[in-house]
């Protein structure tokens, strides 16, 4: 019983570093909740995404995100709120395998925000674009399905457009 045991062992040893190597694909997709923290206020938004790799490590992404969650603000002792209305971005992403099922992720790209706010009565919608740049995390529980985390910096290029970080939570899905 204990030579079938060990033997058990050996093949399972033996055969890990050939189930890690099972080519996985390029094509990547995800839908989650983005939270947007910035100076004026904090709002959320539903956001898409869908990601292609050239090699395991080099890819493109893609997203677009709608907002779902406003937020009430007071500017200069006047209350007010901010909604997101809708973004969206283009990424080159780095990616480092952990293992089979987690992987690191690096991303920079360029993408463009409306935010339109509602204060006195007096409403106005202002777009920025943005430099993006983030890093984040894949899990995946099987070898299409996982969960993605992910911390994103919009550095708006107007004077003084400032900055606004980004955490996201996803169902994502390798096709």
């Known amino acids: 019983m204990r030579n079938v045991l060990l033997a058990t062992a ?3 040893l033996i055969a890990a570093p050939a189930m890690a190597q099972d080519p996985v694909s390029p094509v990547t997709g995800s839908v989650g909740y983005t939270h947007l923290d910035g100076d004026d206020g904090s709002l959320g938004a539903v956001t898409g995404r869908l990601g292609y790799r050239f090699t395991p490590h080099i890819g493109i992404e893609g997203e677009a995100s709608m907002g779902v969650k406003d937020d009430d603000v007071t500017i200069a002792g006047v209350e007010g709120s901010l909604e997101h209305e809708y973004d969206a971005a283009a990424y080159v992403v780095g990616t480092v395998p952990v293992s089979p099922n987690v ?7 360029y993408g463009t925000t409306s935010i339109k706010a509602d204060v006195a009565g007096v ?5 920025g674009e943005s430099i993006n740049y983030g890093a984040g995390a894949n899990w995946f529980f ?3 399905n996982g969960v993605r985390a992910d911390w ?3 550095d708006f290029r ?3 457009g400032g900055e606004l970080d980004t955490y996201g939570v996803s169902y994502v899905r390798r096709f």
């Open 10 to 12: 050996a093949l399972t």
């Open 103 to 109: 992987e690191l992720f690096g991303r920079v790209g």
């Open 123 to 127: 409403e106005t919608s202002t777009d």
């Open 142 to 144: 099987d070898g299409q």
């Open 152 to 154: 994103t910096r919009r």
């Open 158 to 160: 107007e004077d003084d």
